[in-house]
């Protein structure tokens, strides 16, 4: 019977443990609309043109900012694409090195766009 009771005491603390660790995890990464940007740009080509994905990452940067939750790695190095789609170029290199800044993992693949970019300057 004593053993039975334990069993049942470990039960119901380990139950705890696991419903305490579910209700406060933290969101490692703010996404947004990033993903459905990326899904109706291959797609459903010209559904999400520079401009509205402009606006949509920008929206994204700033709810993240409001929440305090790290804005998702490649939401600022499309940001730059997407600028340089819309020939600002000097926001577009700002977007890169804020992402590189960022992510340094990100590093090779940003200094290969902006080499791309000084081609075009």
């Known amino acids: 019977m004593k053993a039975n009771k334990g069993f049942k005491a470990t039960l119901i603390i380990l139950?705890?443990?696991?419903?305490?660790?579910?209700?406060?995890k933290q969101t490692t990464f703010y996404w947004?609309?990033?993903?459905?940007?990326?899904?109706?740009?291959?797609?459903?080509?010209?559904?999400?043109?520079?401009?509205?994905?402009?606006s949509t990452?920008?929206?994204d940067i700033q709810k993240?900012?409001?929440k305090n939750i790290p804005i998702a790695p490649g939401?600022?190095?499309?940001?730059g694409y997407m600028y340089a789609l819309e020939g600002n170029i000097d926001q577009s290199i700002a977007e890169f090195a804020t992402?590189?800044?960022?992510?340094?993992?990100?590093?090779?693949?940003?200094?290969?766009m902006l080499k791309?970019?000084?081609?075009?300057n």
């Open 32 to 54: 947004g609309e990033y993903e459905s940007l990326i899904y109706d740009m291959y797609i459903e080509p010209g559904s999400a043109d520079s401009t509205t994905q402009i």
């Open 15 to 24: 139950s705890m443990l696991v419903l305490g660790g579910c209700a406060s």
């Open 57 to 59: 990452l920008l929206a």
């Open 116 to 120: 791309r970019l000084e081609g075009t």
């Open 75 to 79: 939401i600022h190095a499309h940001l």
């Open 99 to 112: 992402e590189k800044s960022l992510y340094p993992e990100s590093a090779t693949l940003i200094d290969g």
């Open 64 to 66: 993240a900012e409001a």
